[in-house]
């Protein structure tokens, strides 16, 4: 397939196009501390990624310890608000390779299981306003991804889109079954995300992307 195939690309956005775990480990951390609970370490927090503030609260949490949950959560969501963006960065490589893109007229769409809110405050800081054609995030109680629905109703139906000329890429199995679940059959697993590379291939992608300028590659439509 070369670019004038593609209609669109569709980003997940933590772990894909933004290395935003310090900031969210850091919340995390501040909220189990203010609530004297036992603090996590940098390196366990991508376990507890990929299905959104939840999941990840519960996580951090473990099983002894779910009765703080929503004093937990709300101080994280609290401080989070406030710092997203004191060490969230897009990661080497991704603005060169989305650029190209953007010049070979594919559409550029993110796909995320943050607040639409804080979301787009990211994309702002990390690609300036407007990079992205669109941008769907989870409302706090809405149906997460792996499931479609919500991009669907934002991107696929209004945009026209044609799962067969789009490519997918993220960095963990609820990616590869959200591509599953658009009918996206090119999901180009990334590997500098915070899935291990074994793992993610367990999930069969597509692909699996080494580098962020590999992205240029299926612009140019050679892998």
């Known amino acids: ?19 935003s775990i310090e900031d969210i480990g850091d919340a995390v951390n501040y909220s189990l501390a203010f609530h ?3 603090t996590r370490r940098m390196e366990e927090f991508p376990a507890f990624l990929g299905n959104g503030s939840v999941k990840l609260i519960e996580r951090a949490l473990g099983d002894k310890n779910q009765a703080f949950f929503r004093k937990v959560f709300d101080t994280y969501y609290s401080y989070y608000l406030e710092h997203y963006c004191v060490k969230t960065h897009p990661y080497d490589g991704i603005v060169e390779s989305l650029s190209l893109a953007k010049r070979e007229g594919i559409l550029l769409f993110v796909y995320t299981n943050k607040p639409e809110s804080i979301a787009k405050e990211v994309s ?10 669109a941008l769907v995030g989870i409302p706090l109680g809405g149906k997460v991804k792996p499931d479609p629905e919500a991009f669907q109703k934002a991107v696929m139906v209004p945009y026209g889109l044609d799962p067969r000329r ?26 500098w995300g915070y899935v291990e590379k074994e793992k ?8 699996l992307l080494e580098r962020p300028e590999e992205i240029q590659d299926v612009v140019k439509g050679t892998i």
């Open 124 to 133: 702002e800081h990390c690609f300036g306003k407007g990079f992205f054609d």
């Open 200 to 207: 993610l291939l367990k999930g069969r992608p597509y692909r």
């Open 36 to 38: 004297g609970l036992p």
């Open 1 to 19: 397939m070369d670019s004038k195939k593609y209609q669109a690309f569709v980003f997940d956005m933590d772990g894909t196009i933004v290395s």
């Open 166 to 191: 789009c490519a997918y890429f993220g960095d963990s199995l609820t990616d590869i079954q959200t591509a599953h679940n658009l009918g996206i059959e090119r999901m180009y697993a990334v590997s």
